[in-house]
């Protein structure tokens, strides 16, 4: 499947593991979201009250 948008083309792409996709976005994350961007991939466990134990997938800071 090809989806088409601004004149670019993308393709569907199967990720054997939620690991290999995550690497992919981290290796792609200026491609993703920008190039003034700073990602961070912390991959450890963050307790809150609101929240309890929660992983998150990383955060990105925008300086545009």
Do not use: W
């Not at 003034?36 to 992983?55: A, T």
């Amino acid at each position: 499947m090809t989806i088409i948008g601004n004149g670019k083309h993308y393709q569907k792409v199967r990720f054997s593991s939620e690991a290999e996709f995550e690497d992919d976005i981290v290796e792609s994350s200026n491609t993703l979201f920008g190039e003034n961007i700073v990602f961070i991939n912390p991959k450890k466990k963050i307790k809150s009250k609101s929240l309890g134990g929660v992983i998150p997938d990383g955060f990105f800071f925008d300086f545009q």
